[in-house]
């Protein structure tokens, strides 16, 4: 599975959220730390969005071979 910088980059902040979230959560309450935690959940969604989305552009872009077999047999008739 090959991800683009700005997917890696999302899911990296992502990642340091949490562990500033479980730093935080340490040190003081729930209610005080979930704004973080939050963020957190917010880059693991946005990292999913912006996935999805560039797996159906690559999809709708790159024929199957299915497809591919198909044309050929159309073009030498």
Known sequence: MKLKLSE????????GFLII???EYM??????????LMLFLGCL?????TK???????KAVSPTIK???ETRKKKKK
């Open 8 to 15: 890696i980059l999302i899911l990296a902040a992502g990642a």
């Open 21 to 23: 979230w479980i730093a």
């Open 27 to 36: 040190r003081t309450s729930f209610a005080e730390s979930y704004w973080l």
């Open 45 to 49: 969604l946005a990292f999913q969005f």
């Open 52 to 58: 999805n989305r560039r797996l159906e552009r690559e």
């Open 67 to 69: 497809q591919m077999v």
